[in-house]
């Protein structure tokens, strides 16, 4: 056997998995082919069979059937409205933040000697000579 037929069967064994009965037929005949000669091919088969079988004894068991635990779920509250308010908060801040400073630049007049009062005034009154637009 060569490397390459190795790793061959190797990326076939990744693909399908460890049991050859569920593998496609022309990749079955030719696993069994290369299981025949080669005792590396039927250790990495061992190992990957050890590994999905402890891969089933890990997975989770489900009491009650998954109507009971979908109607556990229902039961308890899926939101907090505190936690919502909280998470929310600092985005409300940096949206306000960014309006205001929107509308500074926007008012801020030619002249560069004006003070911040001057700014704040020509915001809020949009008449006469205070007339930003």
Not at 8 to 32: C, H, I, S
Not at 53 to 71: E, K, M, Y
Not at 80 to 105: E, I, K, N, S
């Amino acid at each position: 056997m060569s490397a390459d037929d190795i790793q061959e069967f190797l990326d076939r064994l990744d693909l399908y998995g460890g049991r050859l009965e569920d593998w496609p037929p022309l990749a079955r005949t030719a696993a069994e082919t290369t299981l025949e000669v080669s005792s590396e091919a039927r250790a990495h088969l061992a190992a990957m069979r050890r590994a999905e079988d402890a891969l089933l004894l890990s997975r989770a068991v489900i009491h009650g059937g998954i109507g009971a635990t979908a109607a556990r779920a229902m039961q308890a509250p899926q939101i907090d409205r505190r936690q919502t308010f909280v998470r929310r908060l600092p985005w409300a801040a940096a949206g306000a933040v960014a309006l205001l400073a929107g509308f500074y630049v926007g008012a801020v007049p030619r002249e560069h000697n004006d003070t911040a009062a001057d700014v704040a005034v020509a915001l809020l009154d949009q008449s006469g000579d205070h007339d930003v637009w």
